[in-house]
């Protein structure tokens, strides 16, 4: 009775849900790329790329990009009919009828008459038969020729077929017209009531159907007639009819129905009844491809691959018992669910918080994570609660179990009240013994074949052995741990950088995965499933080995097995994978090279083996074929370490490329088969050649020989200048000594002692002292210039005062005046004994032929930063001079005028400018009054 009662409560507090579930499908539209969520038809070409019709054009499709073809010409962008031709062509009918084709990554469109209308067409061998208002055409795929026209009168076509040498016409009625080589015949057979809107297979046999659904039966084409083979009744609309795999496959405007051979329906609704079917396809490798009129393609591998819409319950983990199938959600609920995934029971367990751990490998209990700690009985009903935090729990024995919770680390009993420990040397206080307090426990595992209690905690590794609690280290080192499994009585452990290790008496043994970014760890049925980010790995041998059956891309948060299937739950589906179609881990996924730009210039059908040194910016896009994203483009550069092209994408882009060889390698996966590889040389630039190296190294050794014989004649010419220099300063010297002798002339020193002589012989013993003491200041004055180049005015005035007053004494009414018409002209500078010739000659030639008054005026003047000198005389001019001069065999004169007249030269070539002007004085009778010499030079100071 009791049992009877409790029994029915479990049934009052549970209930089921009819749930729906559908085919897991990738759905591709414009969020994906698809230029148009109208699509009309599908095929697949010789590489394994997808092709699609639709509203916006034709696109080609590699799995992750997709390449539009636009037409140029006026006609219609949306079409049908893909095919392809010998060519690599691939063409399709716009649904105005006018066939196009697509080239070199353009659309052309063929040179044809004038249309029927949207009526199919037929490629065979090289020859292209399509139909016109009045007939059909067939076109040369060579040479894009019409080699044959002939009209069809009085008949309407709406399909074309071509068996072998044959090509059929037919109309609404199931008339043929067949074409056979170059003759024409028609049969007679045909239906007494044509078909409102005749739709027929693309692949042979033949098969058709009114499109209305007006005429409910299915027609097969043999040999040009119709033989009607069953009723298909549907109150839909058919879009599209295939036969393929020994089934028809029926588009509707409400899903997809698919029949046996004998019209029988092989599923009691129809798939994707939601969706507008517009067309279908089975590729290469037996997938599936599904064309909608408003929804894009649905691409799916297997029929009993389902996915469930979880959201309302918002699932987060799920757990299996006995193939059961359970699922922790978020809203505190435990929920069993159908491997159909049509039912879904709430279970009794009511939890406040989240469901976060499950554990129900116990024979007797399950132990729930929730609002604290549930314990409950196989039907998830509650028998006890703790109010602590259990994050893992493990079996020692059935009455024994390890635990990690956020707080403790220790045993507890969950059977019988025991008091003492079964497999350790201590007491149970109130079901607990905590091995260690004040720690948040982690993971909690027993390894049954060494005795030894595992526990991971925010504090690292602990072992329990002996009776011993001790920290376990990894290489001696404090590592972050991250999660720890037991598989088959193998203890694993995952750290937090991803790397796996083999633990066993105190021991890690590493196992290298070659995974990054593990997001899932988890042992199920004695085996280790690792996760990344939208692909499972189980680890066979310590080989972690893809699970190629499960192709999701979105995120992975669980997975469950069972005999048959894979279960994953993804962020709100549910989803069953079949593990019996697992192929071999197959690396080879096609790849092919698409563009080649250097700097930014297509360069796909250009010479690339050898670039110049500019061209440099390298930009490769691949495509690689993999519908189900679930592989990356990886790359390597010269036998480098291989990198993933970023954010999922399919253009390399290498720029500022440094003169080299370069191999390119592409693959999908990492240190995976090299798919596809292009090769290229960046050219050094001519200036990092060996030529230009050597033509560099003789010009500047010529140059070198250039700059050597320059500089040693620099230096031959500098030297020679230095010695023209001494030599021009030994002349000025000598010419200086000269002019010094030749002041010092005896008739100067004679007239000067006989002056003294008289003084003396008249007693005028002063006078004659004076005198000689002038002549001899002046003397040593004369002596002094001779080591000095430049002396100032003050110094010159003062020797030529001395000479001008011993002339005086000997000249009578001789005077002379010296007058400075600035400030500080007596700190200029002016070359020794400048002045003395000039004076000289103004007394010697000019005032000493004058009778009377004879008067020297020597005046100093600054005007625009140049020095001015003038002496004048009133003597008897330059004239009479000259011809007392001639009549005079003394040599003192000229010489001195001579010497000067060279020292000034070099003084004008080395040191500064001066000019020297002498002029006749000539009174208003234009008669001469005397001389003036003019001196101009540079200002030079002390």
Known sequence: MKKQITIFFFLIGTFFVAHSQEIFHQKITITEGLPSNSVYDIMQDEKGFIWFATDE???????????????????????????????????????DGYINYVQNDSVYKINQGNPMGFINYSIYKNQLIYCTQKGYEILDLKTFKI?????????????????????????????????????????????????????????????????????????KIENGKAIPLFEFNSSQ????????QNKFWICTNKGLFVLDKNGKELNNKPYFENFSITSFYIDNEKKYWIGTLNDGVLRFSDFSEIQSDQKEIKPLLLSAENSKLFIGSENGRIYSISNDFRSLKELPLKCKNQILYI??????????????????????????????????????????????????????????????????????????????????????????????????TNMGLFSYKNNRLLELKLDDKKTGFRSIKKANNRIYILTDDDKLYHYSNGKFEFIKTGLENITFFKSIKNNIYLGTKNAIYVLKNNVAQKIETIKITEKIQDLQIDENYFYVLSK????????????????????????????????????????????????????????????????????????????NGNILQLSSLSPNQYQIEFSNQKNGYILQKVNFEIQLPFWEKIWFYILLSLLITALIIAIYYNRLKQITTKNNLIIDKLKLENYLSESRVKLIKAQMNPHFFFNALNTIQSYITTNETEEATNYLNKFSRLTRMILEMTDKNWITIEDELRMQTLYLDLQKVRLSDFDFQIEMNQKNISQITIPTMLLQPYIENAIIHGLAHKLGPKRLHIDFNVENNRLKISIKDNGIGIEKATKINLKNTSKNTSFATKATLERLEIINRNECEISVETNEILDSNKQSAGTEVKIIMDLRYE
Request: contains cysteine.
């Open 57 to 95: 054009g034709v696109s080609r499709f590699d799995g992750r990009n997709f390449k539009e073809f636009k037409s140029q010409n006026k006609s219609g962008k949306s079409g049908s009919f893909l095919k392809k031709d010998n060519f690599g062509r691939i063409w399709y009918e716009n649904f």
């Open 147 to 219: 080699i044959k026209k002939q009209n069809l009168p009085d008949f309407r076509t709406c399909f074309i077929e071509t068996v072998g040498d044959k090509t059929r016409f037919f109309d609404p009625s199931l008339k043929t017209i067949t074409l056979n080589k170059k003759t024409l015949s028609s049969s007679s057979n045909r239906l007494t009531v044509p078909l409102v809107a005749p739709i027929f297979t693309t692949s042979n046999p033949i098969y058709c159907t009114d499109k209305s659904n007006t005429n409910k039966k299915m027609y």
């Open 237 to 244: 609309t058919i879009q599209n009819l295939y036969f393929l």
């Open 359 to 456: 554990n129900n490998t116990h024979p007797k209990f399950n132990f729930i994570a929730a609002d604290g700690m549930h314990k409950t009985n196989k039907n998830f009903e509650v028998l006890a609660h703790e109010t602590y935090a259990l994050k893992s729990i493990d079996f020692v024995t059935k009455n024994e179990a390890i635990i990690a919770v956020s707080g403790f680390i220790g045993f507890v009993n969950i059977g019988n009240a025991i008091a003492k420990s079964e497999v350790g040397n201590f007491q149970y206080i109130d079901k607990h013994y905590h091995l260690k307090d004040n720690i948040r426990g982690k993971s909690a595992i027993w390894n049954l074949v060494d005795n030894e209690a595992l526990f991971l």
């Open 572 to 647: 709100q589906n549910i989803i069953r994978f079949n593990k019996n179609n697992t192929k071999p881990n197959q690396n080879k996924s096609p790849l092919y090279l698409e563009k080649i730009w250097v700097n930014n210039e297509d360069f796909t059908n250009k010479e690339k083996s050898k670039l110049r040194y500019n061209q440099n910016d390298i930009r490769l896009q691949v495509a690689m074929i993999d519908y189900t994203k679930t592989n990356s483009v990886f790359y390597r550069i010269n036998n480098e370490s291989w990198k993933e092209i970023l954010n």
